[in-house]
């Protein structure tokens, strides 16, 4: 790393308790849903796919999430660490979200990532199927932005 390298804490090799912490501020930076700040948290050329898109550096993924984001509406995601070693962390996420026409979906996913030595994230592979719910069975009721501490897991929740 030079002098001038952006770092991002904590840095790899995680312990189970920094790799949870990883987990919580990528999931508290996507529920913030500022495209501009969570691409920070990636290094210049992170290379990305999720679902069918591939996508290269923080432009990309800026515009990504700004139409994802167009898309999906009142988005609310949790994320829990399923895994980790060395410098890579796999984790199982589910979100909720509408689009336009208000009907409903709760998206499940797995995301394998890669870290640099500066604790940015290199690479992100997501996996993700949408299940067509109803309002009512909305589970993520929390006010827009982070999920609060004492709200349940996904493991809690029996997702």
């Known amino acids: 790393m030079t002098i001038n390298q952006e770092i991002k804490k ?33 290094t210049e050329n ?6 069918d898109e591939f996508i290269e550096g923080r432009q990309q993924i800026v515009a990504f999430l700004q139409g994802k984001w167009a898309r999906e509406l009142e988005y609310r995601l949790i994320k829990e660490l399923w895994s980790y070693d060395g ?15 208000n009907n409903w979906f709760r998206s499940y996913g797995n995301e394998n990532w890669q870290f640099s030595a ?14 067509a719910i109803t309002e009512a069975d909305r589970l993520f009721r929390w006010a827009e932005g982070r999920r609060p501490d004492d709200h349940a897991s996904l493991s809690e929740l029996g997702l």
């Not at 992170?46 to 679902?51: A, D, E, F, P, V």
């Not at 500066?118 to 299940?131: C, K, P, Q, T, Y």
């Open 10 to 42: 904590p840095v790899p090799p995680f312990s189970r308790e920094e790799a949870e912490q990883k987990v919580r501020m990528a999931e508290d930076a996507w529920n913030s849903r500022t495209p501009e700040k969570i691409a920070l948290a990636y």
């Open 87 to 101: 410098n890579r962390i796999a984790v199982r996420f589910a979100y909720e979200w509408h689009d336009g026409d």
């Open 118 to 131: 500066a604790g940015l994230m290199e690479f992100r592979h997501a996996s993700i199927n949408d299940l």
């Open 46 to 51: 992170s290379r990305w796919r999720n679902r």
